[in-house]
């Protein structure tokens, strides 16, 4: 059976994310009287991609190659504790805003959406740039579908 090798299904995964993170900036950059209801829904979405993508990766995709990039995977680790962080502190913000937030929720929810937007999108350069490109130079078509299976697995317990 041929599958996507992993590195390309995480690519596949960042190409989903950055559609809605790149529609969570646009919003933030124009708040409209429906801004809450708008960062809900998009944060909604990016949140259900982020979550699985990042349990395949920590759970299959970075135990495989963290014996032979411990610094750049730790800096990976790094990256995905801060993002959720920000999840967290948006995820809190968006809960406490009616639909109708006042001039400095507006300010908090504009300030939490950019930065997400930033970090998610400074990670998936990182990843792409740097770890990926080493996993496509290090591993054989085998240890990629090896380690494709081994993601699908971890999909499939979640759901």
């Not at 078509?141 to 380690?147: A, F, M, S, V």
Request: no cysteine; charged share 30%; aromatic share 6%.
């Amino acid at each position: 059976m041929s599958l996507t090798p992993a590195s390309d299904m995480l690519r596949a995964d960042h190409r989903q994310v950055e559609v809605w993170i790149d529609r969570l900036l646009e919003v933030a950059k124009r708040p409209t009287p429906t801004l809450i209801t708008d960062v809900r829904h998009i944060f909604g979405e990016i949140h259900s991609l982020t979550s699985p993508h990042f349990t395949k990766e920590e759970s299959a995709f970075y135990p495989r190659l963290r014996p032979v990039l411990p610094d750049l995977l730790a800096q990976m680790d790094e990256q995905h504790a801060y993002i959720r962080e920000v999840e967290d502190n948006l995820r809190e913000l968006i809960a406490t805003v009616g639909d109708e937030p006042s001039d400095r929720e507006l300010t908090e929810l504009v300030r939490f959406s950019v930065e997400l937007f930033d970090t998610v999108q400074h990670h998936i350069v990182d990843e792409e740039d740097q770890l990926l490109r080493v996993a496509d130079s290090q591993l054989s078509p085998e240890e990629q579908n090896q380690l494709a299976e081994a993601m699908k697995t971890v999909e499939i317990q979640r759901d």
